[in-house]
């Protein structure tokens, strides 16, 4: 695939990476954040929807992202034993209490 191919689609020369976007629920560890991952599925039998959410452990370099912030995460290199998100960018701030 072409370069300004792949630069139209949003793809990097490393392919394409998954994304997720979710809410920081903790920010006590020293470039890390726990972030929650909300989804939806559909039961395989019985067809009714489901909720779950899941925590991924994603590294912020600069320590950017605070409590409560919308955020968006990357799929990468595994970092250390849980961590294997990043911190692409924050989308929303939390509201100042």
């Known amino acids: ?3 300004a191919a792949r630069a139209a689609v949003g793809e990097s020369k490393r ?3 998954d994304r997720r976007v979710g809410t920081v629920v903790g920010n006590s ?15 395989p039998k019985y067809g009714k929807y489901i909720r779950r959410s899941t925590t991924l452990h994603t590294h912020d370099e600069k320590n950017e992202a605070k409590k409560g912030d ?6 990468c290199r595994r970092i250390s034993k849980t961590k294997c998100w990043r911190l692409a960018k924050v989308l ?6």
């Not at 020293?30 to 559909?42: A, I, Q």
């Not at 929303?92 to 209490?97: D, H, K, Q, T």
């Open 70 to 75: 919308l955020v968006e995460v990357v799929a």
């Open 29 to 43: 560890a020293h470039k890390t954040l726990r972030v929650r991952y909300d989804f939806t599925f559909k039961h």
């Open 15 to 17: 392919g394409r990476r």
């Open 1 to 3: 695939m072409a370069d």
């Open 92 to 97: 929303r701030l939390a509201p100042e209490v």
